[in-house]
């Protein structure tokens, strides 16, 4: 079994960064696709990024360019630097995984990853 805590949350003025961290614990094996989401109230939750053991990333079009996701292995953490945020990144962030040795799916979607952390929330004021 996988647990995943995540942590990092806060709330940021427009602009701001915040840090997002995913410490995995049970099952800690390399090889799995790990994703950041984020569900906003009263709507889907959303895929942000992903990154798969080998380090290649992905991510959701609302994130390029202003959110870089990484894994630190040696400490099995995976992290969601989150630079230039808007009000519409308001949300509850999610760290999710897959399987052990799935790939990384082509679309960041909510029934492709099996384990969840509880959340940490994001508010950024304008």
């Known amino acids: 079994q996988v647990q995943l805590e995540d942590s990092g949350g806060g709330s940021v003025q427009t602009g701001g960064s915040l840090r997002l961290s995913c410490v995995v614990s049970g099952d800690t094996r390399s090889g799995r696709c790990m994703a950041w989401f984020r569900q906003a109230p009263g709507k889907e939750r959303e895929g942000v990024a992903t990154?798969?053991?080998?380090?290649?990333?992905t991510y959701a079009d609302s994130a390029k360019g202003r959110f870089t996701v990484s894994i630190d292995n040696a400490v099995n953490t995976v992290y969601l630097q989150m630079n230039s945020l808007r009000p519409e990144d308001t949300a509850m962030y999610y760290c999710a995984a897959r399987p052990l040795n799935w790939l990384c799916p082509r679309s960041i979607t909510r029934a492709e990853f099996t384990y969840w952390g509880l959340g940490t929330q994001v508010t950024v004021s304008s």
């Open positions: 990154i798969d053991s080998g380090g290649t990333t």
